[in-house]
């Protein structure tokens, strides 16, 4: 058994290097940039208006003449004379002879005379070329995670391709002969199958989307060859109970059978202990138990940053926060523990109902406090290792 340290090393060293994919700038969102990037155009392009009013080629007075109107997307050039305007809208090209843009709210027209109430200053509501970027300039760093408004940015800028990190595809395996789906009658000792959906949800919470799942009977030779075809259709792949010691848990012999390599196989952490890890060439097992709670808890704590780092982000395992206890606290447990919790107003408090199979406290939780191993007393206002989920 070995620590929770030793784990997040172990995995750091095992975790296979990211593999780059050039997607279309839809199928990149919330992908991870391979390269950086540099601006082919100036951005604007061109100048631009801001505003719906009238470009002024300026002069003394305070009165010019209409001489025509210039809609966004336009491409005729129009040169103004002093005393000359144009009608222009938000987004339209200003002539180059045009010094400045005046608010329609601004100015009054009567037929093609157009009078202002005041002097306009040069460049007003003129956005100059490359006000955002110019071409060459480095539009996104390599690392930068595409959210939608990088997305939009790009396509700004005339990309319609990128260069990104493929996340992983993972397989769910679940195990047991007493699971039965959702909406099935419910016979005497059998429960609801719920550790794949709440699985594949925390997956796709994450922006994970390509999952398949695979239902598995307590079987060895069944076992045997669902997690070999799990292996051959994925990248990782996570499974849900049976690697214990019972008559049933076939995982541990069918995975080591499939010349799955070992990295680590029980933690000494509460929930969570029976977390098994493997590597098979580029491929990533964990074994998950197949309480809930204690699932979850693994998923986020190793398997959510795995995920991570494979695609490329700048992630690390140990990634907790020193936040202040809300209340007093007392440790008594010869394993590390990672608790249920809830930040608030930056005070973090420890939920009810911390037992390994029971997932109502997790469903209100956004934290995990990780407490030590020991007996000792934690007091309002310490400060404590935080998770957030």
Excluded: W
């Amino acid at each position: 058994m070995i620590s929770v340290q030793d784990a997040f090393s172990i995995l750091k060293n095992n975790v296979p290097a990211s593999k780059e994919v050039e997607y279309s700038l839809i199928q990149a969102r919330k992908h991870v940039l391979s390269q950086s990037l540099f601006s082919p155009i100036h951005m604007p392009p061109f100048r631009q208006s801001a505003m719906d009013g009238f470009a002024l080629c300026l002069h003394d007075d305070l009165v010019y003449e209409i001489i025509g109107e210039i809609k966004a997307g336009d491409s005729h050039q129009v040169t103004l004379l002093p005393g000359q305007a144009i009608k222009i809208f938000t987004g339209a090209a200003v002539p180059d002879s045009a010094q400045a843009v005046i608010q329609i709210e601004k100015v009054t027209a009567k037929e093609n005379q157009l009078y202002l109430e005041t002097k306009v200053k040069p460049e007003t509501n003129v956005r100059p070329v490359g006000e955002q970027i110019s071409a060459g300039d480095l539009a996104l760093e390599k690392g930068t995670v595409l959210n939608a408004a990088a997305i939009g940015f790009l396509a700004g800028l005339g990309f319609t391709t990128v260069k990104v990190y493929k996340k992983p595809q993972v397989g769910i395996v679940i195990t047991g002969n007493e699971l039965v789906s959702p909406g099935k009658p419910l016979e005497y000792g059998k429960v609801y199958e719920s550790n794949g959906i709440m699985l594949e949800s925390a997956l796709r919470e994450a922006f994970f989307d390509q999952v398949t799942s695979y239902a598995v009977n307590d079987d060895f030779e069944n076992t045997k060859n669902v997690l070999r075809g799990a292996l051959a259709e994925n990248d990782v792949v996570l499974v849900s109970g049976g690697i214990s010691v019972g008559d049933y848990d076939f995982v541990a012999s069918a995975l080591k059978e499939l010349e799955v390599e070992t990295l680590f196989y029980k933690i000494n952490q509460k929930p969570g202990k029976p977390l098994f890890s493997g590597k098979k060439s580029d491929k990533l097992v964990f074994a998950l138990p197949g309480n809930p709670a204690a699932s979850l808890t693994c998923f986020y704590v190793y398997v959510l940053p795995t995920l991570q780092i494979l695609s490329g982000n700048s992630t690390d395992y140990n990634q907790s926060k020193s936040i202040a206890l809300a209340h007093d606290f007392s440790v008594d447990n010869t394993r590390a523990q990672f608790l249920k919790a809830t930040i608030v107003a930056n005070e973090v408090a420890v939920l009810s109902h911390q037992a390994s199979s029971m997932l109502n406290s997790f469903s209100v939780a956004n934290a995990l406090v990780f407490v030590p191993e020991g007996t000792y007393d934690l007091k309002k206002g310490d400060k404590v290792e935080v998770y957030l989920l």
